[in-house]
């Protein structure tokens, strides 16, 4: 099956993968947020972060939370956790300077008889059960998982310069998104087979680059990273609607 094959027929969770870990990486810098730290902005008067993890407390196929945050936040997030009775978090770790460092900070955490293991970013407050159980189904098949949206927008290839090389076709190409779903011995053993992994901006890229298929499930068009202001407002109509 080719890499870039769309999958999108797991949408329920099944018992024989009930349980899983997941690392919540939240140990960015924020730096296109104008000085504001995106994980505690409060979307209706709960913060970002919370509003995350609460995805993940309150979903059945979820085990245990591990948390991956910068040294300065980790006793506010303490705090967090115990005010909104987040119980399955398990672990709170520090992140490293890039992305990868921070998972790999992670996965240190997981137990050593996982097989299954959902990462996902702190700043995607809004994914939902059914994404998340969706992801952690496909796992039974595949070695790398994504969620993804089908992108709505034309795209177009350009160069330094701003000039368009070419029309890219649209029916083929997807957003991806978070969770993504790996099987720890094939990831960690990826990682190790590529050695740097500091430029990788998400983990399927590290699967892809070590030989591994990776398939995507259907994500959901809610499912944004706050990353920039335009990010909070977008947010902050959404987290209206829930009430």
């Given at each position: 099956?080719?890499?870039t ?8 969770c099944e018992e024989?993968n009930q349980g899983?870990?997941?690392i ?21 008067g ?11 407390e ?6 245990n939370?591990?948390?991956?945050a910068k040294?300065?936040d980790?006793?506010?997030?303490q705090?967090?956790?115990?005010e ?13 300077e890039?992305?990868?460092e ?29 994404v998340?159980?969706?992801v952690?189904?496909a796992?039974e098949?595949c ?19 701003g000039?368009v ?27 190790e087979k ?5 430029g ?15 398939f995507?499930?259907?994500?959901n068009?809610?499912?944004?990273k706050?990353?920039t ?15």
């Open positions: 099956m080719n890499k094959e769309i999958k999108l027929q797991y949408d329920v024989k899983l870990s997941v919540i990486v939240a140990a960015g810098s924020s730096s296109r947020m104008q000085g504001k730290n995106k994980q505690f902005l409060n979307l209706n709960i913060p970002v972060i919370v509003k995350t993890l609460l995805c993940f309150n979903c059945d196929a979820i085990k939370i591990i948390l991956v040294a300065d980790v006793f506010k997030l705090q967090l956790a115990e909104y009775s987040i119980n399955k978090l398990t672990d709170i770790v520090c992140g490293g890039t992305r990868p921070s998972v790999l900070n992670g996965f240190a955490r997981v137990a050593e008889d996982e097989e299954y293991v959902l990462i996902h970013d702190g700043a995607r407050p809004f994914v939902t059960n059914e998340i159980c969706s952690a189904k796992l098949s070695f790398a998982v994504t969620c993804a949206v089908k992108v709505k927008d034309t795209i177009k290839e350009v160069d330094a310069e000039k090389i070419k029309t890219l076709v649209r029916d083929s190409l997807v957003a991806v998104q978070t969770p993504q779903g790996v099987r720890k011995k094939e990831y960690l053993g990826a990682v590529i050695g740097d992994v500091t990788f901006t998400d983990d399927m890229s590290i699967m892809e680059a070590a030989g591994f298929d990776v995507t499930v259907e994500g068009y809610k499912n944004i706050i990353t202001p335009e990010d909070v407002k977008t947010a902050t109509a959404f987290a209206e609607d829930e009430f």
